[in-house]
């Protein structure tokens, strides 16, 4: 298995479509580090403005974005969110939607500054420089993380956008808790750049202690608002294509 630093110097060059399928295939053939696989529960609330009952969620999320490589050498790893849902249905997850990355963020033990880059944003050289960036404001401090990258979400703003081949991304939260990116759908779903980043959440969700596949949590009328905070709540994976 190659190391972080070994696999930005392999894909150093490429475009997405010549990177993506290797790292997919680095990823998918569980060269990550340890720490990554240790899911990190996060706790909401909401009361039935009808009924008043309190429902109570748990759900479970990887501590950090996506990444590959060793425990002593791994990297961050920018993806498209065909190649983050191609690795999401393969590990049972899905991407969250822009409340649970909010509530995410208010749960990390780890909230650092985020570092804007300006210079070939979409370059693999500059994805390895955010990273090793975040390494340096890290110090090896451990358990959830937040305020280093936008996410790329589900959101129905995808369907609803005249432009096709949409991605929505949120996030990047400063200190004083207010996201850089609102929730945005203006970019080609094969963009990407240093700033993106892929967070997986198991797909089954405790409501009050009971399991629930979260599909089921976003088509119910009252239990959708544990996860979404739209409207309309029914955008549940992107396509692979």
């Given at each position: 298995?190659?190391?972080?630093?070994?696999?930005?110097?392999?894909?150093?060059?490429?475009?997405?479509?010549?990177?993506?399928?290797?790292?997919?295939?680095?990823?998918?053939?569980?060269?990550v580090p340890g720490f990554i696989?240790?899911?990190?529960?996060?706790?909401?609330?909401?009361?039935?403005?009808?009924?008043?009952?309190?429902?109570?969620?748990?759900?479970?999320?990887?501590?950090?974005?996506?990444?590959?490589?060793?425990?002593?050498?791994?990297?961050?790893?920018?993806?498209?969110?065909?190649?983050?849902?191609?690795?999401?249905?393969?590990?049972?997850?899905?991407?969250?939607?822009?409340?649970?990355?909010?509530?995410?963020?208010?749960?990390?033990?780890?909230?650092?500054?985020?570092?804007?880059?300006?210079?070939?944003?979409?370059?693999?050289?500059?994805?390895?420089?955010?990273?090793?960036?975040?390494?340096?404001?890290?110090?090896?401090?451990?358990?959830?993380?937040?305020?280093?990258?936008?996410?790329?979400?589900?959101?129905?703003?995808?369907?609803?956008?005249?432009?096709?081949?949409?991605?929505?991304?949120?996030?990047?939260?400063?200190?004083?808790?207010?996201?850089?990116?609102?929730?945005?759908?203006?970019?080609?779903?094969?963009?990407?750049?240093?700033?993106?980043?892929?967070?997986?959440?198991?797909?089954?969700?405790?409501?009050?202690?009971?399991?629930?596949?979260?599909?089921?949590?976003?088509?119910?009328?009252?239990?959708?608002?544990?996860?979404?905070?739209?409207?309309?709540?029914?955008?549940?994976?992107?396509?692979?294509?």
């Amino acid at each position: 298995a190659i190391t972080g630093s070994e696999l930005y110097h392999q894909i150093g060059a490429f475009n997405w479509k010549e990177r993506e399928p290797i790292i997919v295939r680095e990823i998918l053939n569980g060269n990550v580090p340890g720490f990554i696989k240790r899911l990190v529960a996060v706790h909401t609330e909401i009361a039935d403005s009808t009924t008043g009952k309190i429902y109570k969620a748990t759900y479970f999320v990887t501590p950090d974005y996506l990444m590959a490589g060793s425990n002593n050498n791994f990297a961050r790893v920018p993806l498209t969110p065909m190649a983050a849902q191609q690795i999401a249905d393969s590990l049972h997850c899905f991407l969250p939607t822009r409340k649970m990355v909010s509530d995410i963020y208010a749960a990390a033990k780890v909230k650092l500054e985020p570092v804007p880059l300006f210079a070939y944003r979409d370059s693999a050289i500059t994805f390895y420089h955010h990273h090793l960036i975040i390494e340096g404001q890290r110090q090896n401090r451990k358990g959830l993380i937040a305020g280093i990258k936008k996410d790329v979400v589900l959101s129905s703003k995808i369907t609803t956008d005249p432009k096709p081949n949409r991605e929505a991304i949120y996030g990047w939260h400063k200190p004083d808790g207010k996201p850089i990116q609102p929730l945005y759908t203006g970019h080609v779903n094969w963009y990407v750049d240093y700033s993106h980043g892929i967070r997986l959440v198991y797909e089954t969700i405790i409501v009050n202690g009971k399991k629930y596949n979260y599909k089921e949590i976003l088509q119910h009328p009252v239990l959708k608002r544990l996860l979404c905070d739209e409207e309309d709540c029914s955008f549940y994976r992107y396509p692979l294509n």
